[in-house]
């Protein structure tokens, strides 16, 4: 690309920041906007404050290159941008509804310093109309009665390997009504040569949680299939292959676990389940989604209980505390509510996690475990090691030397890390998930 477009991105976090960072890569200038002043100053001095892969190298080499910068103030990115991106957090409220305020907030900011025409994106993920009330809430507080257009172009990054998701997307998803945001868009989107899906606001917005529900359904189905194979002496990991290597279903996204955790998927079932009671046509086999869910960790809990009889007094060691590998991201992981639970019955639980402990630290409910320094310091002398996130390091591990360090050598591996007939082999009593627990051969 000649000469890069001027772009704003308000929200530099997981999203906001890998989005700026990778915009600035192929050649636009970025300014990334945050109202936290102690993410803009960390970020200012060369410190990232989020781990991803690649991203602190990305970020370091457009800030040299002078195409990405970090500010506090919403109105030097909106002065100096022709399009300005939303990527702030739409979090769930009790009753499951998104809020929406945080939205709210920064389209009254933009309104309020707009003197020229921008396209407004919003890339957050919300409920379907919200693009209307985000233009009706800017034409409210448009003092200068500046011209804009309202976009939506929802962003489908997956955390642990968002660089080279954003870098190669698989489509790109913009919803607009004019046809003049829609050419600025797709000048922005140019040098990544994705396929571009143009659709009109609703539908696009209804897209990103459709993908996302879609994707846990398929998690909740391959976990109800472990149940049965459970109960029925079937092997769940045969069982997915068979089931994969249909081209129409694919085998991504059928592996049995612990269930699904983290800042988006719980979040936006819940807000796609209120979504659709909230417009007369409820999304019920949602529900039982999110109740597979839910009973796939109570079912892992049981077995644990079930093999230790009681979990007083215990020593169990937790590998993993991210709600999946490659992250430090811990929100709404499964695993910190499996220590939790496992505290609250008595256990002394000592944990370990390759990027997940300083978050880990400050959550209230799991302040009674103990945070180690590796993965074997935290399985000195458990009676019982349980494995909660797929991190490679923990699949690498020599596992005789776990066995010789651990009191007891009892595994319940809730992300079928393993091979069972290896772990027999070491000395292990081995659980996971749809699969018969073996004992040593
Ligand atoms: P995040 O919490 O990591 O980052 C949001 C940032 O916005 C924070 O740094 C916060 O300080 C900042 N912020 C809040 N209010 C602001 C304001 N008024 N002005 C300026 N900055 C403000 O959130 P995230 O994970 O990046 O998610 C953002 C949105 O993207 C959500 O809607 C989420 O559902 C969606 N999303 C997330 C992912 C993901 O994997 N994390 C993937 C796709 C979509």
């Given at each position: 690309m000649q000469h890069g477009m001027n772009l704003a991105i308000v929200g530099s976090g997981y999203?906001?920041?890998?989005?700026?960072?990778?915009?600035?890569?192929?050649?636009?200038?970025v300014?990334?906007?945050?109202?936290?002043p102690r993410k803009i100053e960390s970020l200012r001095a060369g410190k990232v404050p989020i781990y991803e892969p690649g991203l602190e190298e990305l970020i370091h080499r457009n800030v040299a290159a002078?195409?990405?910068?970090?500010?506090?103030?919403?109105?030097?990115?909106?002065?100096?941008?022709q399009i300005i991106f939303i990527a702030v957090p739409t979090p769930p409220q009790p009753d499951?509804?998104?809020?929406?305020?945080?939205?709210?907030?920064?389209?009254?900011?933009?309104?309020?310093?707009?003197?020229?025409?921008?396209?407004?994106?919003?890339?957050?993920t919300v409920p379907v109309k919200t693009g209307e009330k985000v233009a009706e809430s800017i034409r409210r507080?448009?003092?200068?009665?500046?011209?804009?257009?309202?976009?939506?172009?929802?962003?489908f990054l997956r955390e642990g390997c968002a660089v080279a998701d954003l870098m190669q997307p698989?489509?790109?998803?913009?919803?607009?009504?004019?046809?003049?945001?829609?050419?600025?868009?797709?000048?922005?989107?140019?040098?990544?040569?994705?396929?571009?899906?143009v659709t009109d606001v609703n539908s696009a917005e209804l897209i990103k949680h459709a993908a996302n529900s879609f994707l846990a359904l398929k998690i909740s189905y391959i976990n109800a299939v472990s149940a049965i194979c459970e109960a029925s002496g079937a092997d769940i990991e045969k069982v997915a292959d068979g089931i994969g290597m249909d081209r129409r279903i694919g085998r991504n996204f059928l592996n049995a676990g612990i269930g699904y955790g983290g800042s988006c998927f719980p979040k936006d079932i819940a807000a796609f389940i209120t979504i659709s009671e909230q417009l007369g046509v409820p999304f019920t086999l949602l529900k039982e989604v999110q109740r597979i869910n839910a009973a796939q960790k109570d079912r892992f809990l049981k077995t644990i209980r079930d093999t230790l009889w009681v979990l007083r007094e215990k020593h169990i060691a937790v590998w993993?505390?991210?709600?999946?590998?490659?992250?430090?991201?811990?929100?709404?992981?499964?695993?910190?509510?499996?220590?939790?639970?496992?505290?609250?019955?008595?256990?002394?639980?000592?944990?370990?996690?390759?990027?997940?402990?300083?978050?880990?630290?400050?959550?209230?409910?799991?302040?009674?475990?103990?945070?180690?320094?590796?993965?074997?310091?935290?399985?000195?002398g458990a009676e019982a090691l349980v494995i909660s996130t797929e991190w490679s390091e923990f699949g690498n591990i020599d596992l005789a030397v776990v066995k010789e360090k651990m009191t007891t050598p009892i595994v319940f591996d809730g992300r079928n890390l393993f091979d069972p007939t290896t772990?027999?082999?070491?000395?292990?009593?081995?659980?996971?998930?749809?699969?018969?627990?073996?004992?040593?051969?």
């Amino acid at each position: 690309m000649q000469h890069g477009m001027n772009l704003a991105i308000v929200g530099s976090g997981y999203v906001g920041l890998v989005t700026g960072a990778c915009f600035a890569d192929v050649g636009h200038n970025v300014i990334c906007v945050d109202n936290d002043p102690r993410k803009i100053e960390s970020l200012r001095a060369g410190k990232v404050p989020i781990y991803e892969p690649g991203l602190e190298e990305l970020i370091h080499r457009n800030v040299a290159a002078q195409r990405l910068r970090f500010t506090g103030s919403i109105k030097e990115g909106v002065d100096h941008s022709q399009i300005i991106f939303i990527a702030v957090p739409t979090p769930p409220q009790p009753d499951g509804s998104v809020d929406l305020s945080f939205i709210e907030k920064v389209a009254r900011e933009i309104a309020g310093v707009l003197t020229d025409y921008r396209v407004i994106v919003d890339k957050s993920t919300v409920p379907v109309k919200t693009g209307e009330k985000v233009a009706e809430s800017i034409r409210r507080y448009n003092r200068h009665g500046a011209k804009f257009d309202v976009v939506s172009n929802p962003e489908f990054l997956r955390e642990g390997c968002a660089v080279a998701d954003l870098m190669q997307p698989d489509r790109i998803v913009i919803g607009a009504q004019s046809e003049h945001a829609i050419d600025l868009m797709k000048k922005v989107y140019e040098p990544f040569m994705a396929p571009i899906l143009v659709t009109d606001v609703n539908s696009a917005e209804l897209i990103k949680h459709a993908a996302n529900s879609f994707l846990a359904l398929k998690i909740s189905y391959i976990n109800a299939v472990s149940a049965i194979c459970e109960a029925s002496g079937a092997d769940i990991e045969k069982v997915a292959d068979g089931i994969g290597m249909d081209r129409r279903i694919g085998r991504n996204f059928l592996n049995a676990g612990i269930g699904y955790g983290g800042s988006c998927f719980p979040k936006d079932i819940a807000a796609f389940i209120t979504i659709s009671e909230q417009l007369g046509v409820p999304f019920t086999l949602l529900k039982e989604v999110q109740r597979i869910n839910a009973a796939q960790k109570d079912r892992f809990l049981k077995t644990i209980r079930d093999t230790l009889w009681v979990l007083r007094e215990k020593h169990i060691a937790v590998w993993g505390l991210t709600f999946k590998p490659d992250t430090d991201d811990i929100r709404s992981s499964v695993a910190i509510d499996l220590v939790a639970d496992m505290l609250r019955e008595g256990a002394h639980v000592s944990v370990y996690d390759p990027k997940g402990m300083e978050r880990a630290c400050e959550v209230a409910a799991i302040k009674g475990a103990r945070f180690c320094e590796s993965a074997l310091d935290a399985a000195e002398g458990a009676e019982a090691l349980v494995i909660s996130t797929e991190w490679s390091e923990f699949g690498n591990i020599d596992l005789a030397v776990v066995k010789e360090k651990m009191t007891t050598p009892i595994v319940f591996d809730g992300r079928n890390l393993f091979d069972p007939t290896t772990m027999a082999k070491v000395g292990f009593r081995y659980h996971s998930i749809g699969r018969a627990p073996l004992t040593p051969a």
